[in-house]
Nanobody, 121 residues
Framework: QVQLVESGGGLVQAGGSLRLSCAAS??????????MGWYRQAPGKQRELVASATSGGSTNYADSVKGRFTISRDNEKNTVYLQMNSLKFEDTAVYYCHMLIGRGIFNSNYWGQGTQVTVSS
């Protein structure tokens, strides 16, 4: 059984930095992790993609975070990171880790439990 466990959220002042981590457990059920990514959901808003990284090395960022956030992945540890710099009040949201994990011929979506990021202005 695969589970995603997130850490690293918290309260930070505008202009500050945070680093989120998300590790997938249950390595016996993982053949490959095709995509690792981060989404966020602010109160009253839809969940949106923040950043993603494929197994081939491609990355994708929301326009609102380009130049400030960096996604990276450690494939040996089945872990994805999100380094967030120059945080703004509007980055306040619950951040969710997402992984598209393959086992055999099947691919499945997994989500973390969410971690709160609060940026004070």
């Amino acid at each position: 059984q695969v589970q995603l466990v997130e850490s690293g959220g918290g309260l930070v002042q505008a202009g500050g930095s945070l680093r989120l981590s998300c590790a997938a457990s249950g390595s016996g059920s993982i053949d490959r992790i095709n995509v690792m990514g981060w989404y966020r959901q602010a109160p009253g808003k839809q969940r949106e993609l923040v950043a993603s990284a494929t197994s081939g090395g491609s990355t994708n960022y929301a326009d609102s975070v380009k130049g400030r956030f960096t996604i990276s992945r450690d494939n040996e540890k089945n872990t994805v990171y999100l380094q967030m710099n120059s945080l703004k009040f509007e980055d306040t949201a619950v951040y969710y880790c997402h992984m598209l994990i393959g086992r055999g011929i099947f691919n499945s979506n997994y989500w973390g439990q969410g971690t709160q990021v609060t940026v004070s202005s």
